[in-house]
């Protein structure tokens, strides 16, 4: 049986400043103790611990007392070559994505430089001589496209650029991508809704969701209506206009004389959005209408009643995106599709029909 090494502190900084050498923080010296001591806030004889320990690794070389330590040529030759990651969102909002903050860290923690683009796909929309002048503009050394539509992962597809889409409408095109599998959970929850005795169900999603034409998950979701006798029309899957007017819009629109008795809503954003309409409509979740989230959010483990979601683990999607940089920033080509699994959990936002 193996024994779980526990590192000391100054082994830690020794650890720690050998991944910043390798990452090309620095080229030929690295500072002196008192310096970096204060910059990690441990006191000068644990930093000078940990670069004795580096010395006798060979990754320094001692220049004698009172003088900086040199970085061997060794170990600056494995450095990793940093690369310029733009993270192109849909929207502003997108930054503050659970998945999305991890990824730009553990692009940081790799080495690499991620920076979110000024502009996002809601800005500029589907004129790809527009997209094509500013990613020229731009000048970054990689994207990753988080929830593109089709128009924008083709020509992403179509360009040398270097590009992943990070879920959006990538299948069957020539780029490297990695996102949930939410067929079965939509499926199974889908079917839930019809056990419990819900006929007038409406999925809402974004547009990019819809057009051209529905994704596998919406496709699976209008499926299993159709299965079930239920004529499928714009009341399932209705359009609308992408703004807070126009998701009150359609709500209102939806809410008439006969109203939906259950709602899938796609991202957690409009699922807060939905929750807080009819709540301050004075309707009752689940008594009067029944709520499915189709993504998780950790927020969903303090509410009471308890969300109905699908939840998907966000790590092997972080890790995937990031092993596709370190790829390419050692000209390696990799157009890798790969599928997370997903899961759809009840809660108790869902019941019975009325």
Sequence with gaps: ??????????EQIAKHLHQEIMHGRWQELIPGRNELAKELGVNSKTVESA???????????????????????????????KLRVALLLLDKMDASNVCTIEL??????????????????????????????YVKQTGADGWVIISGSRSILEWFSAHEVPAFAMFGRRGSLPIAAVGPDKVGAITNATDRLLELGHR???????????????????RAFLGKLTDAGIE????????????????????DSLFGPTPPTALIVDEVFLFNAAYYYLTSRGMRIPEDVSLICTDN????????????????????VVRRVVRWVSNISHGKKDLRQTLTKSEFVEGETIGQAK
């Excluded at 049986?1 to 000391?8: A, E, F, R, W």
């Excluded at 553990?106 to 527009?130: H, I, V, W």
């Excluded at 499928?232 to 709500?251: A, H, Q, R, V």
């Excluded at 959010?297 to 092997?316: E, H, L």
């Design 1 to 10: 049986m193996s024994h779980l090494k526990v590192l000391t502190i100054a």
């Design 51 to 81: 670069l004795r320990q580096l010395e006798k690794e060979g990754v320094l070389i001692a220049q004698g007392a009172g003088k900086r330590r040199r970085i061997k040529a060794s170990s600056k030759m494995k450095q990793v070559s």
């Design 104 to 133: 730009y860290h553990q692009l940081e923690e790799a080495g690499f430089t991620p920076f979110y683009s000024e502009k996002c796909m809601s800005e500029l929309g589907t004129d790809t001589n527009r997209l094509a002048k």
């Design 200 to 218: 007038r169900i409406s999925l809402l999603c974004r547009e990019q969701r819809r057009i051209p034409e529905p994704g596998l998950s919406e």
């Design 232 to 251: 499928t029309g714009k009341f399932n899957m209705p359009d609308w206009e992408e703004s807070k007017d126009g998701f009150n819009k359609i709500l």
């Design 297 to 316: 959010d950790p927020t969903f483990a303090w509410c009471c009643p308890s969300v109905s979601c699908v939840i998907w683990d966000y790590s092997p």
